[in-house]
Nanobody, 126 residues
């Protein structure tokens, strides 16, 4: 059984940084395209960043590039997302997900990501 668990959410002040973690079980994430998504209040879920299998190259939604960083530790079977200079609009539920494919996609169909965590809430407020 594949399971993803996101942690690291909470209350963050604007301008701060946060690091989210996603621990996977039942699936070796190094062999799969993985991604972070987020769903802001009242909006559709959107991709944030992704990484193809067995690479250290991240791909980012254009509007977030430069402020976010995706990374992976295959030895821990974990995926991370770091957000710098956090803004109010970063308030969202953040999800990690994986595809069967080796390759990730930022703007492709979300339903190609078939393994999902339940999400972690990030609230940005002063």
């Amino acid at each position: 059984q594949v399971q993803f668990v996101e942690t690291g959410g909470g209350l963050v002040q604007p301008g701060g940084s946060l690091r989210l973690s996603c621990t996977a079980s039942g699936l070796a994430i190094g062999n799969h395209g993985v991604a972070w998504f987020r769903q802001e209040p009242g909006k559709e879920r959107q991709s944030v960043a992704c990484m193809s299998g067995d690479t250290n190259t991240g791909y980012y939604r254009d509007s977030l590039e430069g402020r976010v960083s995706i990374s992976r530790d295959n030895s821990k079977n974990a995926l991370y997302l770091q957000i710098h200079n956090v803004k109010l609009e970063d308030t969202a539920v953040y999800f990690c997900a994986a595809r069967e494919s080796y390759y990730c996609t930022i703007y492709g169909p979300q339903n190609t990501y078939i393994y999902w965590g339940n999400g972690t809430q990030v609230t940005v407020a002063s």
